[in-house]
């Protein structure tokens, strides 16, 4: 939460998830973050994709 609304990017991610030691997939942020959007989906926050930057987490839009 402590970004909440500003863009993180995937790299940035990995060096914060993972440590030296491990050899994390290429895909192993994007399904972190499925997850965590499937935790999210009953609540009012949403993670969004933001192609070529990364992700944000912002208040979701109702309809």
Do not use: C, W
Not at 4 to 10: A, C
Not at 17 to 31: C, Q, R, T
Request: glycine content about 4%.
């Amino acid at each position: 939460m402590l970004r909440k609304g500003k863009t993180v990017s995937k790299s940035v991610l990995m060096e914060s998830v993972f440590s030296l030691d491990d050899e994390p997939s290429a895909d192993a942020i994007d399904i972190y973050i499925h997850r965590l959007r499937k935790h999210l989906a009953n609540s009012r926050a949403q993670i969004t994709t933001l192609r070529g930057l990364g992700y944000i987490l912002r208040p979701k839009e109702f309809e």
